[in-house]
């Protein structure tokens, strides 16, 4: 297997540090790490220390919003039938629950309806539409998805069926001349940041995002028209919070005012299924993190979509007694566990088969046979991690191959796919792909069987030249010896929490002049705990979570077995060893003490660069 091209970069972005520390009250290696994500003026800092709702985008700026509001009126003031119409993954769960509840609390008569990922396959369908259809349904709104429905809309107004589409994803478009030629479908609204003609000042909201400013719109509405409307925002911003951070999107701007406050009451909002998966996730007696809805309650709400229904999931958070919440929640972690060994199986096996190429491919098109295509997309994911290759992994369904692809910075995935279908159509005269969607880090598509190798050729052959788009990219902070840190510094990073993409935790980087112990301890072997002494003498306790056999090999490659044997001795030994990491203050018996967890290491001494 070819190895994996990798840099360290140190961010260099100009700013008066010190004069931002003074404002704001802040050591300047902090103001370096907001510099970094992307902020530069009073303002931007401002509005992202002291991230408040009241920071929040007027929800009319948004292209069509008063459209989709006064039909949506009108359906509550006629009790006509509304049913809205999500998506299978916890972004479409949370939309779907944000907009029905809602909805109902605001008078409205509404239901929710979902695809079946393997009956459907993604967003609103003509199943969906006539089954709407057959059960009176006068209205239909879509969440987490529809932008893609010009087919499905045809059929909605052919039938009578109202229709209002709120959606995030990118819209589709066909190359004209390289000229992007924009289609809507034809809706009676279409509430989409991603819109050309869209004025919304932030444009990377999630789908329950887009769903918490129409609910927060009709609010706004209904008082004007001197109703009384009794609307608990602050569940649908809990909600709004998790969707957010679940569905992987930018965590900056309004994404972050989002997860921010709502992270803070989800253990507090009056929701029985949400409190009931707190538990079930034992995160009760923790202060929940984006970490916590990224790699432990998530997982679980997504886990309904992928092996069974998601309807079992909005089920959950639409429950009204106490024990039926219970039971739903373990029923979805026990759901999450089976989902956790299949993906452990698909992964091995991808693995397997990709390291057996002789050439390595820059675009990973991966089928695997006899497995559920639930866990395509989290394959594809951790495909794309291993090898950072924009990866895409296939399977089964129902005669055809269905999709899911993750993508890597520099590389737009719907944006490939758009330009090889449309060139292999004018080759063959036959689209390459039946049907996707998506956005640039990743997509979902459906195709024939017989046509995989052709895709897997075409994305290869016409891939971007670009060498640089497949070297991994670490990006440094702040180049900050062990001596700089101290416990206020430690708690005033907490100011960039929470963290997610493109507001990931701080990266700092030291030398390392002698390791003077190694342990590795743990029930799997699986964290390696060091004491470092840094090139000026400073020394600091280091845990690095990782495979501890195999940095001891890592070690005893590199070193030889003598120098693996004396650091496991505690005997001490010089290294040229960089670390990247970051500072955390360990508590134990009443006891503080700093310590760093080790990202990455290398154990050249020049392979920083500025």
């Known amino acids: 297997m070819e190895k994996v091209k990798e840099k360290w970069l140190v961010h260099s972005k100009k700013l008066d540090f010190k004069k931002y520390a003074e404002i704001f009250n802040i050591d300047q290696v902090t103001a370096r790490v907001i510099r970094n994500r992307g902020l530069k003026t009073q303002e931007e800092f401002d509005i992202y220390l002291n991230a408040g709702m009241?920071?929040?985008?007027?929800?009319?700026?948004?292209?069509?919003?008063?459209?989709?509001i006064n039909i949506i009126t009108e359906s509550i003031n006629k009790d006509e039938k509304i049913r809205i119409i999500g998506d299978y993954d916890i972004d479409g769960v949370c939309s779907g629950y944000i907009l029905t509840d809602g909805i109902r609390n605001l008078g409205g008569n509404v239901d929710f309806d979902v695809p079946d990922r393997v009956l459907d396959g993604y967003g609103i369908?003509?199943?969906?539409?006539?089954?709407?259809?057959?059960?009176?349904?006068?209205?239909?709104?879509?969440?987490?998805?529809?932008?893609?429905?010009?087919?499905?809309a045809e059929l909605s107004s052919e039938l009578g069926i109202k229709l209002v589409i709120t959606d995030h994803h990118?819209?589709?478009?066909?190359?004209?001349?390289?000229?992007?030629?924009?289609?809507?479908?034809?809706?009676?609204?279409?509430?989409?940041?991603?819109?050309?003609?869209?004025?919304?000042?932030y444009k990377e909201l999630c789908g329950a995002g887009v769903a918490y400013k129409v609910i927060e719109a009709l609010r706004v509405k209904m008082i004007k028209d001197k109703k009384s409307p009794i609307v608990d925002m602050d569940k649908y911003l809990a909600f709004a919070a998790i969707a957010t951070v679940g569905d992987v999107v930018k965590l900056q701007d309004e994404n972050r005012i989002f997860v921010k406050n709502g992270l803070k009451i989800i253990k507090k909002v009056d929701n029985i299924g949400l409190q009931a998966l707190v538990d079930a996730c034992g995160l009760r007696d923790k202060e929940i993190s984006s970490y916590h809805i990224g790699f432990v309650?998530?997982?679980?709400?997504?886990?309904?979509?992928?092996?069974?229904?998601?309807?079992?999931?909005?089920?959950?958070?639409?429950?009204?007694?106490?024990?039926?919440?219970?039971?739903?929640?373990?029923?979805l972690k026990v759901l999450n566990d089976n989902r956790k060994d299949m993906t452990f199986d698909g992964t091995d096996v991808a693995i397997k088969t990709i390291d057996s190429l002789q050439v390595f491919p820059k675009v990973i098109v991966h089928y695997l046979a006899d497995f559920h295509e639930s866990i395509a997309g989290i394959v594809a994911g951790k495909l794309k991690e291993k090898y950072y290759r924009p990866s895409f992994v296939f399977t089964d369904s129902n005669g055809i191959l269905k999709g899911s692809g993750r993508s890597i910075e520099g590389y737009s995935m719907y944006d490939e796919l758009v330009k090889v279908n449309d060139l292999y159509m004018k080759e063959k005269g036959e689209p390459l792909i039946e049907k996707f969607g998506g956005h640039p880090m990743a997509a979902g598509l459906s195709i024939k069987k017989e046509k995989l190798n052709d895709l897997k050729e075409m994305l290869n052959k016409h891939c971007p030249e670009d060498e640089e788009i497949f070297v991994r990219k670490t990006w440094i902070d702040v180049p900050m010896p062990f001596e700089y840190i101290t416990e206020k510094l430690v708690n005033e990073l907490s100011l960039i929490e929470p963290y997610g993409t493109d507001n990931e935790s701080p990266?700092?980087?030291?030398?390392?002049?002698?390791?003077?112990?190694?342990?590795?301890?743990?029930?799997?072997?699986?964290?390696?705990?060091?004491?470092l002494e840094n090139t000026n003498g400073k020394r600091m306790k280091a845990t690095y979570?990782?495979?501890?056999?195999?940095?001891?090999?890592?070690?005893?490659?590199?070193?030889?077995?003598?120098?693996?044997?004396?650091?496991?001795n505690g005997r001490v030994r010089k290294v040229n060893m960089n670390v990247l990491y970051y500072p955390e203050i360990n508590e134990f018996r009443g006891n503080k003490s700093i310590q760093i967890i080790i990202r990455k290491y290398l154990w050249v001494h020049n392979n920083m660069v500025n």
Do not use: W
Not at 54 to 68: S, T
């Open 54 to 68: 009241d920071k929040m985008y007027n929800p009319m700026l948004m292209k069509d919003m008063d459209k989709a």
């Open 125 to 152: 369908n003509e199943r969906l539409i006539r089954k709407a259809k057959a059960d009176g349904v006068d209205l239909i709104v879509t969440c987490d998805n529809g932008i893609s429905a010009i087919n499905q």
């Open 170 to 201: 990118e819209i589709p478009y066909n190359l004209q001349d390289n000229t992007k030629i924009y289609n809507l479908p034809k809706a009676l609204a279409v509430v989409d940041n991603k819109r050309e003609d869209c004025n919304y000042p």
């Open 297 to 331: 309650m998530g997982p679980c709400i997504n886990a309904a979509g992928r092996l069974k229904s998601a309807k079992l999931a909005y089920d959950l958070f639409d429950s009204k007694d106490l024990d039926e919440a219970k039971k739903r929640a373990e029923e």
């Open 507 to 531: 990266v700092f980087a030291d030398k390392i002049a002698y390791i003077h112990s190694i342990r590795v301890v743990g029930s799997n072997k699986n964290v390696v705990q060091l004491n």
């Open 545 to 568: 979570f990782s495979d501890g056999t195999e940095f001891l090999k890592d070690i005893e490659e590199n070193f030889g077995e003598e120098f693996k044997n004396d650091v496991l």
